[in-house]
């Protein structure tokens, strides 16, 4: 009999999960596809293109939104149990409210290890690839940053022509093993730099040890100069916060290729922080299915259902801005970077730890 109540628990569970994402994933679409349109609607595309990159970026949204689809889920599922009085039998066959509690709260811990190893990096290749697709169509396609195996390139527009710029790799402010390439209107090579370091804190580039190719028709001169300052519409800080989209980055390669991703050029901070984001969703998940049970089971009576969904949505929005409170903490220095990603689980713990053992009494 416990094995016969155990699946059933964990099949209905299971089965609203996927209604609830089923629900998330289709309001998804509906809403992204306006805004893919809108950016289409003058682009010679099919109707086919925004649909498809809409398919391809709402899993990466989902799985930031995961832990408010299980707080969701658990709600219903536990409901629905007490309305039905499927609670009441339940109880009646040795399950307590806390055994129910931790076989519905171990399934949402597994679920999050799972999307993060199995799901994870399938989303985050979708992600890479809705970028890339949707940046051949950009407008501003003429500025481009981009990092790969051979370091940072970024393509610039020129009043008077074009500028291509490469770096070996970035540390904190700093390119190193610099090449710019600058061409007139027509394509023209009209010099090459080579520069050791450059410090890009600001809109001015201070290159030092720097060498110069100005090319005269079929002559070229060679300049030796210790500094030179340049102008780009880009910094340290807009190079890196272009590359600041969490659905790109896998949990995978951040745990195994942590240090390839630095040498080329990514914040180390915000890989550190984005592990400890992702490291902390499966005990979120947890935590989340505790506070849902807590609103429940604290009552075997049959309520209306209002009520809950009242709860349920106060519930949400509070979470959502004490998580965006504690990295606001963390990004102004208040507290660390990385515990502000644990702050919210840690102080929603604390809350479902006390309600867990009320609602093991009744």
Known sequence: MNSVILQYLLYGYLKNLFKVTLFFYCFGIILNLFEEIEFFKNLDVTIFTPLMLTSLHIPGMLIQLFPFIIFITSMKFILDLRNNKDLLTIKIF????????????????????????????????????????????????????????????????????????????????????ITIYNFDNNYNLKNKIYSETANIDTNIW????????????????????????????????KITNLFKNFDTLSF???????????????????????????????????????????????SLQKSSNFKFIIIGLISCVIIYYLKDLSIALGQTNRISLNLANWVPIIVIGIFSFIGILQINEK
């Open 94 to 177: 040795g399950y307590s409210n806390l055994k129910i509690f931790f076989i519905l709260a171990s399934t949402s811990f597994i679920i999050g290890w799972l999307i993060l190893f199995l799901l994870n990096p399938i989303t985050s290749a979708m992600s890479i690839y809705y970028e890339k697709t949707k940046s051949n169509y950009s407008k501003d396609i003429d500025h481009l940053v981009t990092f790969n195996k051979n370091g940072l390139w970024i393509k610039e527009n020129l009043d008077n022509g074009q500028r291509i710029i490469s770096a070996q790799n970035i540390q904190e402010n700093i390119l190193k093993d």
């Open 206 to 237: 201070e290159l030092e040890k720097v060498l110069i190719f100005k090319i005269n028709d079929k002559n070229t001169e060679e300049i030796i100069l210790e500094n030179l300052e340049i102008n780009s519409i880009y910094t340290y800080e």
């Open 252 to 298: 995978v390669d951040l745990v195994f290729n942590n240090q390839q991703l630095i040498n080329q050029g990514y914040n180390k901070l915000f890989l550190t922080q984005s592990l400890h984001a992702m490291l902390s969703m499966p005990f979120f998940l947890f935590i989340m299915t505790a506070l849902a049970s807590i609103i429940i089971m604290n």
